[in-house]
Protein backbone atom coordinates (compact mmCIF):
# COMPACT_ATOMS: atom_id res chain seq x y z
CA UNK A 1 0.00 0.00 0.00
CA UNK A 2 1.42 3.47 -1.13
CA UNK A 3 1.59 5.91 2.24
CA UNK A 4 -0.06 9.03 2.48
CA UNK A 5 -2.49 10.54 0.07
CA UNK A 6 -2.22 13.57 -1.05
CA UNK A 7 -4.30 16.45 0.29
CA UNK A 8 -5.72 18.11 -3.41
CA UNK A 9 -6.29 21.60 -4.16
CA UNK A 10 -9.10 23.59 -1.98
CA UNK A 11 -12.18 22.56 -4.09
CA UNK A 12 -14.71 24.48 -1.95
CA UNK A 13 -16.14 21.55 0.07
CA UNK A 14 -16.26 21.43 3.44
CA UNK A 15 -13.14 19.34 3.66
CA UNK A 16 -10.61 18.65 0.86
CA UNK A 17 -10.88 15.71 -0.67
CA UNK A 18 -7.45 13.24 -1.03
CA UNK A 19 -5.77 11.43 -3.57
CA UNK A 20 -3.78 8.13 -2.54
CA UNK A 21 -2.03 6.08 -5.09
CA UNK A 22 -2.55 2.36 -3.35
CA UNK A 23 -0.60 0.68 -6.44
CA UNK A 24 1.28 1.81 -9.66
CA UNK A 25 -1.65 3.58 -11.71
CA UNK A 26 -4.28 2.61 -9.26
CA UNK A 27 -5.77 5.55 -7.22
CA UNK A 28 -8.27 5.56 -4.41
CA UNK A 29 -10.02 9.26 -4.24
CA UNK A 30 -10.93 9.98 -0.57
CA UNK A 31 -13.37 12.45 0.83
CA UNK A 32 -13.84 13.23 4.28
CA UNK A 33 -15.67 13.28 6.29
CA UNK A 34 -17.55 10.15 4.63
CA UNK A 35 -20.95 10.65 6.40
CA UNK A 36 -23.75 10.50 4.57
CA UNK A 37 -23.25 11.10 0.96
CA UNK A 38 -19.85 11.63 0.81
CA UNK A 39 -17.86 8.76 -0.50
CA UNK A 40 -14.85 7.15 -1.95
CA UNK A 41 -14.25 6.44 -5.19
CA UNK A 42 -11.28 5.71 -7.50
CA UNK A 43 -10.00 5.45 -10.85
CA UNK A 44 -7.18 3.04 -12.32
CA UNK A 45 -4.47 5.05 -15.10
CA UNK A 46 -4.07 2.64 -18.87
CA UNK A 47 -1.77 3.53 -22.44
CA UNK A 48 -5.02 5.38 -23.42
CA UNK A 49 -7.74 5.67 -21.55
CA UNK A 50 -9.11 5.56 -17.56
CA UNK A 51 -11.46 3.25 -15.74
CA UNK A 52 -13.38 4.91 -12.97
CA UNK A 53 -14.47 3.12 -9.58
CA UNK A 54 -18.02 5.06 -9.20
CA UNK A 55 -18.75 8.98 -9.10
CA UNK A 56 -19.65 11.18 -6.29
CA UNK A 57 -23.31 12.46 -5.38
CA UNK A 58 -23.36 15.73 -6.15
CA UNK A 59 -22.11 17.43 -9.04
CA UNK A 60 -19.44 19.68 -7.29
CA UNK A 61 -18.20 16.81 -5.91
CA UNK A 62 -17.94 14.23 -9.29
CA UNK A 63 -16.56 17.59 -10.73
CA UNK A 64 -13.66 18.22 -8.57
CA UNK A 65 -12.71 13.91 -8.74
CA UNK A 66 -12.81 14.62 -12.64
CA UNK A 67 -10.21 17.39 -11.97
CA UNK A 68 -8.06 15.08 -9.77
CA UNK A 69 -8.36 12.60 -12.16
CA UNK A 70 -6.61 15.66 -14.75
CA UNK A 71 -3.61 15.74 -12.24
CA UNK A 72 -2.83 11.96 -13.31
CA UNK A 73 -4.23 11.47 -16.62
CA UNK A 74 -5.68 13.58 -19.87
CA UNK A 75 -7.14 10.46 -21.04
CA UNK A 76 -10.47 9.65 -21.69
CA UNK A 77 -12.80 8.18 -18.87
CA UNK A 78 -13.92 5.23 -21.31
CA UNK A 79 -15.05 2.77 -18.38
CA UNK A 80 -17.04 3.53 -15.04
CA UNK A 81 -18.07 0.52 -12.67
CA UNK A 82 -20.76 1.22 -10.28
CA UNK A 83 -20.27 -1.02 -6.84
CA UNK A 84 -24.21 -0.51 -5.96
CA UNK A 85 -26.80 1.63 -6.67
CA UNK A 86 -26.47 4.67 -4.06
CA UNK A 87 -27.00 8.04 -5.17
CA UNK A 88 -23.49 9.13 -3.73
CA UNK A 89 -22.03 6.15 -5.89
CA UNK A 90 -23.96 7.10 -8.95
CA UNK A 91 -25.30 10.50 -8.94
CA UNK A 92 -22.18 12.18 -11.11
CA UNK A 93 -21.96 9.16 -13.30
CA UNK A 94 -23.83 11.56 -16.42
CA UNK A 95 -20.84 13.70 -16.02
CA UNK A 96 -19.06 10.81 -17.69
CA UNK A 97 -20.54 10.78 -20.94
CA UNK A 98 -18.28 9.12 -22.74
CA UNK A 99 -18.06 6.24 -20.62
CA UNK A 100 -19.50 2.66 -20.71
CA UNK A 101 -20.58 1.80 -17.42
CA UNK A 102 -20.94 -1.48 -16.04
CA UNK A 103 -22.77 -2.89 -13.14
CA UNK A 104 -24.59 -5.79 -11.22
CA UNK A 105 -28.09 -6.52 -12.89
CA UNK A 106 -30.45 -5.02 -10.14
CA UNK A 107 -27.78 -2.14 -9.56
CA UNK A 108 -29.23 -0.55 -12.70
CA UNK A 109 -32.72 -1.69 -12.07
CA UNK A 110 -32.79 0.20 -8.07
CA UNK A 111 -30.53 3.18 -10.02
CA UNK A 112 -33.95 3.77 -12.50
CA UNK A 113 -36.40 2.82 -9.36
CA UNK A 114 -34.97 5.32 -6.73
CA UNK A 115 -33.97 8.22 -9.34
CA UNK A 116 -33.37 11.41 -7.30
CA UNK A 117 -35.19 10.23 -4.36
CA UNK A 118 -31.71 11.15 -1.74
CA UNK A 119 -32.46 14.68 -3.22
CA UNK A 120 -35.61 15.03 -0.41
CA UNK A 121 -33.67 12.94 1.92
CA UNK A 122 -31.12 15.52 2.31
CA UNK A 123 -32.06 18.86 1.45
CA UNK A 124 -29.21 20.73 3.09
CA UNK A 125 -26.80 19.02 0.06
CA UNK A 126 -25.42 20.95 -2.58
CA UNK A 127 -26.28 18.42 -5.50
CA UNK A 128 -25.94 20.99 -8.17
CA UNK A 129 -27.13 19.37 -11.15
CA UNK A 130 -27.76 15.67 -11.20
CA UNK A 131 -29.45 13.23 -13.42
CA UNK A 132 -30.22 9.36 -13.74
CA UNK A 133 -27.89 7.80 -15.68
CA UNK A 134 -27.85 4.20 -14.92
CA UNK A 135 -25.34 1.52 -16.25
CA UNK A 136 -25.94 -0.05 -19.22
CA UNK A 137 -23.80 -3.00 -19.58
CA UNK A 138 -24.79 -5.42 -16.84
CA UNK A 139 -24.04 -8.69 -15.46
CA UNK A 140 -25.69 -11.40 -13.22
CA UNK A 141 -22.63 -12.76 -11.48
CA UNK A 142 -19.29 -11.33 -12.32
CA UNK A 143 -17.41 -9.36 -15.71
CA UNK A 144 -13.78 -8.95 -16.57
CA UNK A 145 -12.32 -5.84 -17.25
CA UNK A 146 -8.99 -5.05 -18.52
CA UNK A 147 -7.04 -2.07 -18.06
CA UNK A 148 -4.28 -2.70 -20.87
CA UNK A 149 -3.03 -6.35 -19.33
CA UNK A 150 -4.16 -5.51 -16.02
CA UNK A 151 -7.39 -7.74 -14.96
CA UNK A 152 -10.30 -6.63 -12.45
CA UNK A 153 -12.65 -9.14 -11.94
CA UNK A 154 -15.92 -7.41 -10.91
CA UNK A 155 -18.44 -9.49 -9.35
CA UNK A 156 -21.61 -9.86 -7.31
CA UNK A 157 -21.71 -10.30 -3.68
CA UNK A 158 -25.46 -9.00 -2.36
CA UNK A 159 -27.59 -8.84 -0.42
CA UNK A 160 -25.49 -7.49 1.22
CA UNK A 161 -25.40 -3.83 2.03
CA UNK A 162 -27.51 -3.35 -0.57
CA UNK A 163 -29.08 -6.16 -3.18
CA UNK A 164 -26.74 -5.40 -5.61
CA UNK A 165 -23.28 -4.80 -4.50
CA UNK A 166 -20.20 -5.51 -6.59
CA UNK A 167 -16.70 -4.77 -6.01
CA UNK A 168 -13.64 -4.71 -8.83
CA UNK A 169 -10.66 -7.13 -7.63
CA UNK A 170 -7.13 -6.21 -8.61
CA UNK A 171 -5.52 -10.05 -7.92
CA UNK A 172 -2.13 -9.24 -9.39
CA UNK A 173 -1.79 -6.07 -6.92
CA UNK A 174 -3.78 -7.39 -4.34
CA UNK A 175 -6.07 -4.05 -4.02
CA UNK A 176 -9.91 -4.84 -3.59
CA UNK A 177 -12.01 -1.53 -3.92
CA UNK A 178 -15.21 -2.75 -1.82
CA UNK A 179 -17.68 0.16 -2.05
CA UNK A 180 -19.57 -0.06 0.67
CA UNK A 181 -19.38 -3.69 1.91
CA UNK A 182 -16.46 -2.14 3.79
CA UNK A 183 -17.01 0.48 5.93
CA UNK A 184 -13.73 1.97 8.07
CA UNK A 185 -14.30 4.20 11.27
CA UNK A 186 -17.91 4.84 9.87
CA UNK A 187 -20.92 2.80 10.67
CA UNK A 188 -21.78 0.65 8.41
CA UNK A 189 -25.75 0.68 7.00
CA UNK A 190 -27.85 -2.00 5.86
CA UNK A 191 -31.32 -1.10 6.07
CA UNK A 192 -31.47 -1.84 1.88
CA UNK A 193 -29.19 -4.81 2.17
CA UNK A 194 -29.43 -8.21 4.76
CA UNK A 195 -27.44 -8.84 7.21
CA UNK A 196 -26.97 -12.54 7.49
CA UNK A 197 -25.79 -13.01 4.09
CA UNK A 198 -23.50 -9.97 4.66
CA UNK A 199 -21.29 -12.36 6.81
CA UNK A 200 -21.05 -14.89 3.61
CA UNK A 201 -19.67 -11.47 1.49
CA UNK A 202 -17.18 -10.86 3.94
CA UNK A 203 -15.67 -14.17 4.22
CA UNK A 204 -15.36 -14.29 0.11
CA UNK A 205 -13.43 -10.82 0.61
CA UNK A 206 -11.14 -12.48 2.80
CA UNK A 207 -10.53 -15.22 0.79
CA UNK A 208 -9.06 -12.88 -1.77
CA UNK A 209 -5.96 -12.45 0.20
CA UNK A 210 -5.99 -8.63 -0.15
CA UNK A 211 -3.35 -6.82 0.92
CA UNK A 212 -5.02 -2.74 0.47
CA UNK A 213 -8.60 -2.12 0.61
CA UNK A 214 -10.77 0.78 -0.52
CA UNK A 215 -13.65 0.96 1.60
CA UNK A 216 -17.04 3.14 0.09
CA UNK A 217 -16.09 5.47 3.27
CA UNK A 218 -13.42 5.98 5.50
CA UNK A 219 -9.42 5.59 4.95
CA UNK A 220 -7.89 3.11 2.77
CA UNK A 221 -7.25 0.40 5.14
CA UNK A 222 -6.46 -3.56 5.28
CA UNK A 223 -8.07 -6.74 6.09
CA UNK A 224 -8.83 -5.96 9.30
CA UNK A 225 -11.52 -3.51 8.46
CA UNK A 226 -13.57 -6.87 7.02
CA UNK A 227 -13.40 -7.52 11.25
CA UNK A 228 -14.64 -4.41 12.04
CA UNK A 229 -17.46 -4.77 9.86
CA UNK A 230 -18.67 -8.38 11.44
CA UNK A 231 -18.52 -7.71 14.56
CA UNK A 232 -20.99 -4.49 14.25
CA UNK A 233 -22.90 -6.53 12.21
CA UNK A 234 -22.81 -9.19 15.24
CA UNK A 235 -23.58 -6.63 17.76
CA UNK A 236 -26.72 -5.35 15.79
CA UNK A 237 -27.87 -8.75 15.07
CA UNK A 238 -27.57 -9.15 19.36
CA UNK A 239 -29.26 -6.13 19.88
CA UNK A 240 -32.14 -6.82 17.87
CA UNK A 241 -32.65 -10.42 19.70
CA UNK A 242 -33.00 -8.89 22.83
CA UNK A 243 -35.00 -5.95 21.66
CA UNK A 244 -37.42 -8.41 20.21
CA UNK A 245 -37.74 -10.69 23.67
CA UNK A 246 -38.16 -7.65 25.45
CA UNK A 247 -41.18 -6.21 23.22
CA UNK A 248 -39.08 -3.08 22.32
CA UNK A 249 -39.36 -0.92 18.52
CA UNK A 250 -36.25 -0.65 16.75
CA UNK A 251 -36.14 2.53 17.79
CA UNK A 252 -37.01 1.53 21.21
CA UNK A 253 -34.07 -0.88 21.24
CA UNK A 254 -31.83 1.27 19.81
CA UNK A 255 -32.14 4.34 22.49
CA UNK A 256 -31.62 1.52 25.23
CA UNK A 257 -28.60 0.00 23.97
CA UNK A 258 -24.92 1.38 24.77
CA UNK A 259 -23.27 1.62 21.39
CA UNK A 260 -19.34 0.51 23.08
CA UNK A 261 -17.27 0.15 20.70
CA UNK A 262 -19.08 1.45 18.33
CA UNK A 263 -19.99 4.98 19.93
CA UNK A 264 -17.06 6.96 18.11
CA UNK A 265 -18.17 5.61 14.72
CA UNK A 266 -19.51 8.26 12.91
CA UNK A 267 -23.48 8.29 11.86
CA UNK A 268 -24.74 5.92 14.79
CA UNK A 269 -28.31 6.71 14.45
CA UNK A 270 -27.79 4.18 11.71
CA UNK A 271 -28.50 1.96 14.22
CA UNK A 272 -31.87 2.59 13.90
CA UNK A 273 -32.16 1.24 9.93
CA UNK A 274 -29.75 -1.40 11.06
CA UNK A 275 -32.27 -2.93 13.36
CA UNK A 276 -35.48 -2.22 11.13
CA UNK A 277 -33.25 -4.70 8.98
CA UNK A 278 -32.43 -7.06 11.32
CA UNK A 279 -35.96 -7.29 12.83
CA UNK A 280 -37.04 -8.05 9.44
CA UNK A 281 -34.59 -11.14 9.06
CA UNK A 282 -36.00 -12.18 12.45
CA UNK A 283 -39.82 -12.27 11.36
CA UNK A 284 -38.37 -14.44 8.37
CA UNK A 285 -38.69 -11.78 5.58
CA UNK A 286 -36.45 -13.25 2.29
CA UNK A 287 -33.20 -11.30 2.25
CA UNK A 288 -33.66 -7.95 0.79
CA UNK A 289 -37.22 -7.43 1.42
CA UNK A 290 -37.55 -3.65 0.90
CA UNK A 291 -38.41 -1.81 4.19
CA UNK A 292 -40.10 2.02 4.29
CA UNK A 293 -37.26 4.25 3.76
CA UNK A 294 -38.54 7.98 4.68
CA UNK A 295 -40.45 6.61 8.31
CA UNK A 296 -37.45 4.82 9.07
CA UNK A 297 -34.96 8.09 7.93
CA UNK A 298 -37.65 9.91 10.33
CA UNK A 299 -37.02 7.12 13.16
CA UNK A 300 -32.80 7.47 12.91
CA UNK A 301 -33.46 11.63 13.39
CA UNK A 302 -35.55 11.27 16.43
CA UNK A 303 -32.77 9.00 17.42
CA UNK A 304 -30.46 11.52 16.96
CA UNK A 305 -32.38 14.48 17.61
CA UNK A 306 -32.07 16.58 14.86
CA UNK A 307 -32.47 16.05 10.91
CA UNK A 308 -29.71 14.19 8.83
CA UNK A 309 -26.52 15.90 8.77
CA UNK A 310 -25.40 15.91 5.01
CA UNK A 311 -22.17 18.02 4.29
CA UNK A 312 -22.30 17.14 1.20
Known sequence: ??????????????????????????????????????????????????????TCGTEPRTQAFIQAIRTVSDQPLRTLINTHHHGDHTYGNWLLPEATIIAQDKCRQAVIANGLSLQHLFPTANFGEVRVQPPFVTFAEGITVYVDALRLDVFHLGPAHTTNDSVVWIAEKKVLFAGDLVFKNCTPFVLEGAIAPYFTALERLRALGTDTIVPGHGPVCGPEALDEVAGYLRFIQEVAHAGVAAGLTPLEAARATDLGLYAGLSDPERIVGNLHRAYSELRGEPAGTPLPLLPIVREMEAYSGHPARCFA
Open 1 to 54: MKATPTILPDTGLPQPPQLQEVADGIYAYLQPDWTWMINNTGFLVGSDSVTVVD
